[in-house]
């Protein structure tokens, strides 16, 4: 486990993280395809907090992407490092989230978000963040809607339904199971929408949710109750 502390030159305050959101952002990269689904590594990375000890862990799970057994993992904890401020999300996240994946003793390959990429109410989710920083292909798979809305998608595995802001597509939901609930994909960096929905297919062979954020999850929740 990798201890973080807060970096230097990390925005302080709201108005800071905005100018920063905004000059990133023009750094997304949305007309690359994205790797293939089953071909080299796919990382899943998730956060847990513990806000009455000011404390946030992380975790990476580097998987095979075609048997998705487990080749790497990392965790990282440091200090919350900005508040909660909706649409800033990332801010609380990335340093630590950044920490995991440097922890790593293998390369990442596309790494899955828990959370949202274009989905996002100024377009830069977690995923996107992080892909524009670290350069890796990114996207996000997300348990609800957030505020953008969505045509009930069919009800076998597979189906997919626009998720809008609007006019304009940021996601789509897709059914992962039959008959089970939709999940919300987005992309963030160097990926294509349907690449990023075929993924999410191949990560979900017995469950609603990626296997890359199931062992992610599980990973950064036992790595918060570890730490002291």
Do not use: W
């Not at 959101?21 to 293939?36: N, S, Y």
């Not at 969505?150 to 076998?156: I, K, M, Q, R, T």
Request: glycine share 8%; proline share 9%.
């Amino acid at each position: 486990m990798t201890t973080v502390n807060n970096p230097a030159g990390s925005p302080a305050t709201e108005a800071e993280a905005r100018a920063l959101q905004d000059e990133l952002r023009e750094r997304v990269v949305l007309d690359e395809p994205g790797p293939p689904p089953g071909a080299g590594h796919v990382t899943g990375v998730d956060v847990a907090y513990d806000d009455e000890r000011d404390v946030v862990a992380a975790a990476a799970v580097v998987l095979d992407a075609a048997s998705l057994d487990v080749v790497a993992e990392a965790t990282a904890v440091g200090r919350i490092s900005f508040p909660y401020v909706p649409g800033l999300l990332a801010f609380r996240e990335i340093p630590t989230v950044l920490a995991a994946l440097d922890a790593l003793p293998c390369p990442p390959g596309l790494v899955v978000c828990d959370g949202y990429g274009r989905a996002h109410p100024r377009r830069f989710g977690l995923a996107a963040h992080l892909g524009v920083l670290t350069g890796l292909p990114t996207f996000g798979v997300a348990k609800n809607p957030f505020t953008f809305t969505y045509d009930v998608p069919g009800a076998a595995r597979g189906s997919t339904a626009p998720l809008m802001a609007d006019d304009e597509e940021v996601g789509r939901a897709l059914r992962t199971r039959d008959g089970v609930k939709p999940v919300f994909v987005s992309v963030g960096h160097r990926m294509s929408l349907a690449n990023a929905c075929a993924h999410t297919l191949a990560l979900t062979p017995a469950y609603r949710l990626p296997e890359t954020t199931r062992r992610a999850d599980s990973l950064c929740r036992r790595a918060l109750k570890d730490a002291t």
